[in-house]
């Protein structure tokens, strides 16, 4: 494995450096070292004991890459992360491909090849991640806070903390601090249901850039740039009415007697960005009381399970912008898991459709046989015939618009005509039988779908006749051009 590191450490260099951008935050970095560490264990795993390791000709061995996912499995990895190894390694080979190591002397087909294996690796084990991921989504949703909870905690939260900021002002202590820390983000979170991220890269400047709505104030919005999902929905929001804006104020004046070392509105004794806030969350939440121990998924979870049960599409969708949360991926996961009452009235419409009336013809019915242009093969003779002679028969005629084909098609349009008129007048038959024997029952204002059906057929006659008007005109002009001795002599 060292020797392999050795070997790439200075493409791996280039490639994580790829990964982080031009401007990388600390997360960036973060992210892009993890990615290059799963990369070299898939590399150490590939090599073993070869000898070909400055020329990359280990990684050509489709088998042996379809199996490791199962020795992820087998040393403790779970489905998920495994498809995560898998992704990254599907990045880097398409990164090695575009621009190999010198020393590679693996083939354009040899690179594809191992493209080929790696996504094969990854369809292989997405049944087990997504059955996974739904027995994921079971849990929570059977641990979901419940509406109730949310609010006792934004009303306990909303008594706690002016007490505790009191007591920091009087005197301070790392126990009042991390108290503090969360009631508040107990606090926020049940109301907007924001990662914890949130909280631990908040700025001193961004508390005290808040925009202000109106005079007097009405409300402050605070703004943090530096989250998970900065990229797609651009900085966090978090609304505050004056009072909750003005804990964040008494808190920063207690914090500027404490001299900390970074610009974080929550900081620590080092440099770094707070560790245990969840810890800090829970903690809180157990002192007002309320029942179980969630963490900050459980909270974002029940915000946004309530806001799609309680909310429109509409709203739901401006709340999930706000919030920051995708709803792409748990809409998918709610249209796989239904609870008992979505399940039974979801049985109802399958019910529904097997009882209500049919109104087009009898499903049962055979499929009417198509007529076929007696000069002219079908598509099934023509693809079994194995006649390769040139010689053209009499009776057959090439091209698309022969006077044989032409002939044909007018005497089945003339065949459909009559049909077309036989239906009309049994119709009309119906129509006149259902208005004899409707009685004083048809003055009801309930109608059901086949009157509907017949009204809507009536409103639609007139059009049907001006319709059925042209086409006669059409076909009769058809026959005009056939009889001309013009059109016979033309060839096709």
Not at 6 to 28: D, I, M, R, V, W
Not at 281 to 297: D, N, S, V, Y
Not at 469 to 474: I, P, V
Request: glycine content about 6%; proline content about 5%; aromatic content about 10%.
């Amino acid at each position: 494995m060292f020797i392999v590191i050795f070997l790439t450490k200075n493409y791996f260099k280039q490639y994580q450096a790829f990964h982080e951008g031009s401007c990388p935050s600390a997360k960036h970095r973060e992210n892009a070292f993890s990615k290059v560490s799963r990369i070299r264990s898939f590399l150490a795993f590939m090599a073993g004991k070869d000898s070909s390791l400055a020329t990359w000709r280990f990684l050509d061995k489709a088998e042996q890459i379809i199996q490791w996912p199962n020795v992820l499995s087998a040393s403790g990895k779970n489905v998920t992360t495994a498809y995560f190894y898998l992704r990254n390694v599907l990045q880097f080979m398409v990164y090695f491909k575009e621009t190999p190591p010198k020393l590679a002397r693996l083939s354009q087909s040899q690179i594809t090849g191992v493209i080929r294996a790696v996504r094969q690796a990854i369809k292989s084990i997405s049944k087990k991640m997504l059955a996974h991921q739904l027995t994921t989504k079971d849990k929570k949703l059977s641990k979901v806070v419940s509406q109730e909870s949310l609010r006792r905690c934004q009303v306990g939260a909303r008594k706690a903390i002016p007490k505790l900021l009191k007591e920091l002002r009087e005197d301070y202590t790392v126990q009042l601090r991390n108290a503090f820390y969360g009631y508040y983000s107990a606090f926020i979170a049940s109301i907007y249901g924001h990662r914890p991220g949130v909280f631990k890269i908040m700025t001193v400047a961004e508390v005290r850039g808040a925009a202000t709505e109106g005079r007097p104030p009405t409300g402050y919005v605070i703004r943090v740039n530096e989250h998970k999902t900065s990229k797609d929905f651009g900085p966090a929001q978090i609304f505050l009415e004056p009072e909750e804006y003005g804990w964040l104020l008494k808190w920063l004046q207690v914090r500027e007697t404490c001299n900390p070392a970074g610009d974080r509105v929550f900081f620590t004794p080092g440099k770094g960005p707070l560790k245990n806030l969840v810890r800090y969350m829970q903690e809180a939440w157990a002192e007002m009381g309320l029942p179980g121990k969630p963490t900050f998924i459980d909270l974002r979870t029940a915000v946004s399970a309530h806001a799609k049960n309680v909310h429109t599409p509409e709203v739901r969708s401006k709340v999930a912008k706000f919030m920051c949360h995708n709803t792409t991926t748990a809409d998918r996961y709610y249209a796989l898991h239904m609870d008992m009452e979505q399940s039974r009235a979801m049985r109802r419409h399958f019910e529904e459709a097997s009882t209500l009336p049919h109104l087009g013809g009898s499903p049962s019915s055979p499929p009417k046989a198509k007529k076929v242009c007696p000069g002219k093969a079908t598509a099934q003779e023509e693809s079994d015939s194995t006649s390769l002679s040139d010689e053209a028969f009499p009776f057959q005629e090439s091209g698309d618009s022969c006077l044989e084909e032409e002939r044909w098609e007018l005497e089945m349009e003339e065949e459909e005509e009559g049909r077309e008129e036989e239906e009309g007048q049994e119709e009309q038959g119906e129509e006149e039988e259902e208005d004899v024997t409707a009685g004083p029952a048809a003055s009801t204002p309930v109608k059901t779908q086949r009157e509907m059906y017949i009204n809507l057929m009536v409103r639609l006659s007139p059009l049907e006749s001006s319709f059925k008007a042209s086409r006669r005109a059409l076909r009769a002009a058809r026959r005009v051009a056939l009889k001309s001795p013009r059109t016979e002599k033309k060839k096709c």
